[in-house]
Protein backbone atom coordinates (compact mmCIF):
# COMPACT_ATOMS: atom_id res chain seq x y z
CA UNK A 1 0.00 0.00 0.00
CA UNK A 2 1.52 3.29 -1.15
CA UNK A 3 0.98 6.07 1.37
CA UNK A 4 0.53 9.37 -0.36
CA UNK A 5 2.24 12.41 1.48
CA UNK A 6 1.24 15.54 -0.08
CA UNK A 7 3.09 18.78 0.59
CA UNK A 8 1.63 21.40 2.83
CA UNK A 9 1.47 24.22 0.27
CA UNK A 10 -0.29 21.42 -2.02
CA UNK A 11 -3.04 20.28 0.56
CA UNK A 12 -3.80 24.50 1.14
CA UNK A 13 -6.11 24.43 -1.52
CA UNK A 14 -9.96 25.03 -1.25
CA UNK A 15 -10.93 21.34 -0.44
CA UNK A 16 -8.61 21.68 2.81
CA UNK A 17 -11.48 21.81 4.99
CA UNK A 18 -13.70 19.21 6.75
CA UNK A 19 -15.16 17.79 9.98
CA UNK A 20 -13.76 17.37 13.03
CA UNK A 21 -15.09 13.92 14.59
CA UNK A 22 -13.60 13.52 17.73
CA UNK A 23 -16.08 11.09 19.23
CA UNK A 24 -15.48 9.05 15.54
CA UNK A 25 -13.94 5.90 17.67
CA UNK A 26 -16.92 5.24 20.37
CA UNK A 27 -18.30 1.75 19.98
CA UNK A 28 -21.85 3.63 19.38
CA UNK A 29 -20.01 5.79 16.68
CA UNK A 30 -22.71 4.88 13.14
CA UNK A 31 -20.10 4.62 10.25
CA UNK A 32 -22.26 4.09 7.61
CA UNK A 33 -24.22 7.61 8.43
CA UNK A 34 -20.70 8.97 8.71
CA UNK A 35 -20.02 8.31 4.94
CA UNK A 36 -23.02 10.38 3.75
CA UNK A 37 -20.63 13.16 5.13
CA UNK A 38 -18.50 12.92 2.04
CA UNK A 39 -20.73 12.13 -0.96
CA UNK A 40 -18.56 12.80 -3.86
CA UNK A 41 -16.74 15.15 -1.92
CA UNK A 42 -12.68 13.27 -0.26
CA UNK A 43 -12.60 12.56 2.88
CA UNK A 44 -11.37 15.31 5.43
CA UNK A 45 -11.58 14.39 9.10
CA UNK A 46 -10.10 14.43 12.15
CA UNK A 47 -10.58 12.29 15.54
CA UNK A 48 -9.23 11.07 18.73
CA UNK A 49 -7.66 7.98 19.49
CA UNK A 50 -8.39 5.42 22.47
CA UNK A 51 -10.29 7.84 24.32
CA UNK A 52 -14.00 7.10 22.86
CA UNK A 53 -12.96 3.26 22.50
CA UNK A 54 -9.82 0.88 22.07
CA UNK A 55 -10.91 -0.65 19.11
CA UNK A 56 -12.19 2.35 16.69
CA UNK A 57 -13.30 0.61 13.71
CA UNK A 58 -15.15 3.61 11.95
CA UNK A 59 -11.25 4.60 11.49
CA UNK A 60 -10.43 2.03 9.86
CA UNK A 61 -13.44 2.08 7.49
CA UNK A 62 -12.85 5.16 6.65
CA UNK A 63 -9.37 4.29 5.80
CA UNK A 64 -10.82 1.55 3.35
CA UNK A 65 -12.41 3.93 1.29
CA UNK A 66 -10.52 4.37 -2.22
CA UNK A 67 -11.26 8.18 -2.76
CA UNK A 68 -8.54 10.71 -1.42
CA UNK A 69 -8.53 11.36 2.52
CA UNK A 70 -6.88 13.55 4.74
CA UNK A 71 -6.82 13.08 8.32
CA UNK A 72 -5.63 14.89 11.44
CA UNK A 73 -5.29 12.51 14.60
CA UNK A 74 -4.62 13.50 18.13
CA UNK A 75 -3.05 10.42 20.58
CA UNK A 76 -3.64 11.96 23.74
CA UNK A 77 -6.22 13.25 25.63
CA UNK A 78 -5.04 16.19 26.97
CA UNK A 79 -8.15 17.80 28.43
CA UNK A 80 -8.72 14.63 30.67
CA UNK A 81 -5.30 15.21 32.26
CA UNK A 82 -6.30 18.87 33.12
CA UNK A 83 -9.66 18.17 34.78
CA UNK A 84 -8.22 14.22 35.88
CA UNK A 85 -10.60 12.46 34.63
CA UNK A 86 -8.62 10.35 32.86
CA UNK A 87 -9.81 6.52 31.99
CA UNK A 88 -7.47 3.86 33.02
CA UNK A 89 -6.53 3.40 29.44
CA UNK A 90 -5.78 7.13 28.71
CA UNK A 91 -2.14 7.85 28.04
CA UNK A 92 -2.41 10.31 31.05
CA UNK A 93 -3.89 7.81 33.31
CA UNK A 94 -2.66 8.72 36.90
CA UNK A 95 -0.77 11.76 35.65
CA UNK A 96 -0.90 14.93 37.56
CA UNK A 97 0.54 18.01 34.34
CA UNK A 98 3.61 17.98 36.68
CA UNK A 99 4.59 14.31 36.30
CA UNK A 100 3.38 13.85 32.96
CA UNK A 101 5.81 16.73 32.42
CA UNK A 102 8.33 14.37 33.49
CA UNK A 103 7.33 11.35 32.62
CA UNK A 104 7.47 12.41 28.82
CA UNK A 105 10.93 12.68 28.84
CA UNK A 106 11.43 9.15 30.05
CA UNK A 107 10.92 5.74 27.03
CA UNK A 108 10.41 3.72 29.96
CA UNK A 109 7.86 5.23 31.41
CA UNK A 110 4.28 4.41 31.37
CA UNK A 111 3.23 6.99 29.63
CA UNK A 112 5.59 6.95 27.05
CA UNK A 113 4.95 3.17 26.17
CA UNK A 114 1.54 4.14 26.11
CA UNK A 115 1.83 6.43 23.35
CA UNK A 116 4.54 4.51 21.43
CA UNK A 117 1.68 1.65 21.33
CA UNK A 118 -1.10 4.29 20.25
CA UNK A 119 1.29 5.68 17.44
CA UNK A 120 2.30 1.83 16.38
CA UNK A 121 -1.15 0.76 16.26
CA UNK A 122 -2.18 4.37 14.01
CA UNK A 123 0.22 3.40 11.83
CA UNK A 124 -0.54 -0.02 11.20
CA UNK A 125 -4.40 1.17 10.40
CA UNK A 126 -2.47 3.39 7.87
CA UNK A 127 -0.61 0.57 5.96
CA UNK A 128 -4.32 -0.96 5.65
CA UNK A 129 -5.40 1.56 4.19
CA UNK A 130 -6.91 2.06 0.63
CA UNK A 131 -6.41 5.13 -1.88
CA UNK A 132 -4.19 8.39 -1.15
CA UNK A 133 -3.79 9.77 2.19
CA UNK A 134 -2.23 12.64 3.77
CA UNK A 135 -1.93 12.04 7.50
CA UNK A 136 -1.18 14.72 10.05
CA UNK A 137 -0.60 13.09 14.13
CA UNK A 138 -0.58 15.21 16.68
CA UNK A 139 0.94 13.65 20.61
CA UNK A 140 -1.46 15.15 22.47
CA UNK A 141 -5.06 16.92 22.28
CA UNK A 142 -5.12 20.45 23.50
CA UNK A 143 -1.78 19.74 25.72
CA UNK A 144 -0.72 21.48 28.86
CA UNK A 145 2.49 19.92 29.16
CA UNK A 146 5.54 22.64 28.38
CA UNK A 147 7.66 22.93 24.99
CA UNK A 148 10.25 20.22 26.46
CA UNK A 149 8.17 17.62 27.30
CA UNK A 150 6.02 18.17 24.04
CA UNK A 151 9.36 17.93 22.41
CA UNK A 152 9.78 14.38 23.78
CA UNK A 153 6.45 13.65 22.66
CA UNK A 154 6.43 15.03 19.31
CA UNK A 155 9.63 12.95 18.71
CA UNK A 156 8.81 10.04 19.63
CA UNK A 157 5.60 9.74 17.66
CA UNK A 158 7.90 10.72 14.40
CA UNK A 159 10.01 7.81 15.07
CA UNK A 160 6.81 5.79 14.57
CA UNK A 161 5.10 7.86 11.58
CA UNK A 162 7.50 9.54 9.67
CA UNK A 163 4.99 9.49 6.51
CA UNK A 164 2.94 12.02 8.67
CA UNK A 165 3.14 15.81 8.93
CA UNK A 166 3.32 15.84 12.93
CA UNK A 167 1.06 18.48 14.67
CA UNK A 168 1.93 20.22 17.85
CA UNK A 169 -1.44 21.20 19.96
CA UNK A 170 -0.18 23.59 22.68
CA UNK A 171 -3.43 24.56 24.81
CA UNK A 172 -2.01 27.92 25.40
CA UNK A 173 1.79 27.69 24.93
CA UNK A 174 3.54 28.93 22.06
CA UNK A 175 4.20 25.90 19.33
CA UNK A 176 7.22 23.88 18.68
CA UNK A 177 9.16 24.73 15.90
CA UNK A 178 9.51 22.03 12.99
CA UNK A 179 5.72 21.33 13.81
CA UNK A 180 2.21 22.62 11.87
CA UNK A 181 0.36 24.15 15.18
CA UNK A 182 -3.25 23.68 15.77
CA UNK A 183 -5.21 25.61 17.54
CA UNK A 184 -9.02 25.82 18.26
CA UNK A 185 -12.02 28.25 18.39
CA UNK A 186 -13.67 31.16 16.30
CA UNK A 187 -10.61 33.45 16.53
CA UNK A 188 -7.02 31.18 16.74
CA UNK A 189 -3.83 33.36 16.01
CA UNK A 190 -2.13 31.00 14.17
CA UNK A 191 0.72 31.54 12.10
CA UNK A 192 1.43 28.57 8.72
CA UNK A 193 1.77 26.51 8.61
CA UNK A 194 -1.34 25.68 10.13
CA UNK A 195 -4.59 23.69 11.58
CA UNK A 196 -7.67 25.64 12.77
CA UNK A 197 -10.01 23.42 14.25
CA UNK A 198 -13.49 24.53 16.34
CA UNK A 199 -13.19 22.61 18.99
CA UNK A 200 -14.78 23.34 21.75
CA UNK A 201 -16.48 26.20 20.58
CA UNK A 202 -19.81 25.94 19.00
CA UNK A 203 -20.65 27.87 15.95
CA UNK A 204 -24.56 29.25 16.21
CA UNK A 205 -24.42 31.60 13.27
CA UNK A 206 -23.38 32.06 9.84
CA UNK A 207 -21.61 34.85 11.05
CA UNK A 208 -19.37 32.57 13.42
CA UNK A 209 -18.56 30.51 10.96
CA UNK A 210 -17.54 33.38 8.24
CA UNK A 211 -15.31 34.79 10.74
CA UNK A 212 -13.50 31.27 11.64
CA UNK A 213 -12.99 31.39 7.97
CA UNK A 214 -11.52 35.00 7.62
CA UNK A 215 -9.18 34.09 11.10
CA UNK A 216 -7.74 31.01 9.46
CA UNK A 217 -8.11 31.06 5.40
CA UNK A 218 -4.14 31.24 5.27
CA UNK A 219 -3.96 27.35 7.07
CA UNK A 220 -3.47 23.92 5.61
CA UNK A 221 -6.52 22.71 7.07
CA UNK A 222 -9.59 23.84 8.64
CA UNK A 223 -11.76 21.76 10.74
CA UNK A 224 -15.84 22.27 11.36
CA UNK A 225 -16.73 20.98 14.83
CA UNK A 226 -20.17 20.99 16.76
CA UNK A 227 -20.75 19.58 20.50
CA UNK A 228 -22.38 16.46 19.18
CA UNK A 229 -19.47 15.29 17.66
CA UNK A 230 -18.04 14.59 20.80
CA UNK A 231 -21.02 13.07 22.17
CA UNK A 232 -21.93 15.16 24.50
CA UNK A 233 -24.70 15.86 26.44
CA UNK A 234 -26.34 17.57 29.23
CA UNK A 235 -24.97 15.36 31.69
CA UNK A 236 -20.93 14.64 31.86
CA UNK A 237 -19.96 10.90 30.91
CA UNK A 238 -16.45 9.51 30.57
CA UNK A 239 -15.58 9.62 26.61
CA UNK A 240 -15.69 5.90 26.29
CA UNK A 241 -19.36 5.44 27.86
CA UNK A 242 -20.96 8.04 25.90
CA UNK A 243 -24.06 7.95 23.22
CA UNK A 244 -22.39 9.00 19.86
CA UNK A 245 -25.36 7.46 17.63
CA UNK A 246 -26.44 10.22 15.89
CA UNK A 247 -28.39 10.44 12.93
CA UNK A 248 -27.21 10.46 9.32
CA UNK A 249 -29.09 14.20 8.73
CA UNK A 250 -25.90 15.46 11.26
CA UNK A 251 -23.35 13.89 9.25
CA UNK A 252 -24.78 15.11 6.11
CA UNK A 253 -25.56 18.69 7.32
CA UNK A 254 -22.16 18.58 8.82
CA UNK A 255 -20.35 18.08 5.27
CA UNK A 256 -22.14 20.39 4.07
CA UNK A 257 -21.26 23.31 6.10
CA UNK A 258 -18.00 22.31 5.92
CA UNK A 259 -17.65 22.38 2.13
CA UNK A 260 -19.78 24.93 1.19
CA UNK A 261 -19.03 28.04 4.29
CA UNK A 262 -15.32 27.12 5.04
CA UNK A 263 -14.22 26.95 1.50
CA UNK A 264 -12.89 29.81 -0.68
CA UNK A 265 -14.89 32.24 -1.26
Known amino acids: ?36 TWRNRPIITGWLEDSFGKQCECANTILQQKKHKIIRVHLANGPCLRNKRCERHDVFYGYTIASANRAAKVPESRLRKRLDALAIKLKQRIKQSKGSLSCYVSPCLECDLHGTARRYLVNAVSVHLPSCIIVDNPLKSSCLRGTVCERHGINPNLRVPCIADLDGTEAKTLVDLIQFYNNTKHCDLRLYWSSWMNCNSDVWNYPSKRDCNHTVYKFAKAGKIAWNLLSSR
Not at 8 to 25: D, K, N, R, V
Open 1 to 36: MRILVVLLAFIASAQAQGTSYIGLCNSTWDCNKSLA
